[in-house]
C-alpha cells in the first residue's frame, strides 16, 4: 500500500471516528482512559483522544523526509484510532462510578433553578386566574396564594443567590 492510499484510508477512519464521538455524550472520566505509552493527552473525554489522533495524522501527512519514522507514527494511528473505537463503542457500558464525581454546588444551584421556574409557573398560572376570577371569594383565594407562592418564590431566589455566592468563593474542583 503506498503513502497516499494509506493516508486516505487513515483519513477516511478518523472522520467516521469523529462522526462516531460527536454523535454520543462526551462525558469526563475520573481517570484516563488510555495508557501513556498510547496517548500522550492528560484529558479523559474521547475528544481530547480524537484531537491527538488528528495532530498525529497532521504529523504524518507532513513528514516526508523520514520514512522510518512515518511508518512508526502510521503503525502508533492504527493503534490509537484501533484503541478509541473500542471505547467509544462501550461508553453505554461504563458504570457510573467510572464517571466524575458530580459538583455538588453545581447540583444544588440546578434544583434550586428547576424550583425558581415550577414556583414562577405557579405564580403565572394564579395571576391569569386571579385575572379571570369573577367572584370576591374566588378572587381573595387566589390573592392568598398568590402571595404564599410570591414568598416561597423569594426564599427559593434568596438560596440560590446564597448558592451562587458560595460557588463563587471556593473554586469548582478541576475538571479532568
Given at each position: 500500500m503506498n503513502s497516499s492510499s494509506m493516508r486516505e484510508r487513515l483519513s477516511q477512519f478518523i472522520a467516521a471516528l469523529r462522526q462516531q464521538i460527536l454523535a454520543m455524550p462526551d462525558d469526563a472520566a475520573r481517570l484516563p482512559r488510555f495508557?501513556?505509552?498510547?496517548f500522550l493527552s492528560k484529558g479523559t473525554r474521547l475528544q481530547d483522544?480524537?484531537?491527538e489522533i488528528?495532530?498525529?495524522?497532521?504529523?504524518?501527512?507532513q513528514n516526508n523526509?523520514?520514512?522510518?519514522?512515518?511508518?512508526?507514527?502510521?503503525?502508533?494511528?492504527?493503534?490509537?484510532?484501533?484503541?478509541?473505537?473500542?471505547?467509544?463503542?462501550?461508553?453505554?457500558l461504563r458504570l457510573r462510578r467510572e464517571r466524575p464525581a458530580p459538583d455538588r454546588r453545581r447540583q444544588k444551584?440546578?434544583?434550586?433553578?428547576?424550583?425558581?421556574?415550577?414556583?414562577?409557573?405557579?405564580?403565572?398560572?394564579?395571576?391569569q386566574r386571579l385575572a379571570l376570577a369573577e367572584t370576591l371569594a374566588v378572587q381573595q383565594q387566589l390573592k392568598r396564594e398568590l402571595e404564599a407562592l410570591e414568598g416561597r418564590?423569594?426564599?427559593?431566589?434568596?438560596?440560590?443567590?446564597?448558592?451562587?455566592?458560595?460557588?463563587?468563593?471556593?473554586?469548582s474542583p478541576p475538571r479532568a
Open positions: 495508557d501513556r505509552q498510547l483522544y480524537l484531537a488528528e495532530q498525529n495524522f497532521q504529523q504524518l501527512c523526509e523520514q520514512p522510518e519514522r512515518a511508518v512508526w507514527l502510521a503503525g502508533r494511528l492504527v493503534d490509537q484510532i484501533a484503541a478509541l473505537q473500542r471505547e467509544a463503542s462501550t461508553q453505554t444551584r440546578d434544583e434550586y433553578r428547576e424550583y425558581e421556574r415550577r414556583l414562577q409557573a405557579m405564580v403565572d398560572e394564579r395571576e418564590l423569594a426564599r427559593c431566589r434568596q438560596a440560590l443567590r446564597a448558592v451562587e455566592w458560595q460557588r463563587s468563593l471556593r473554586p
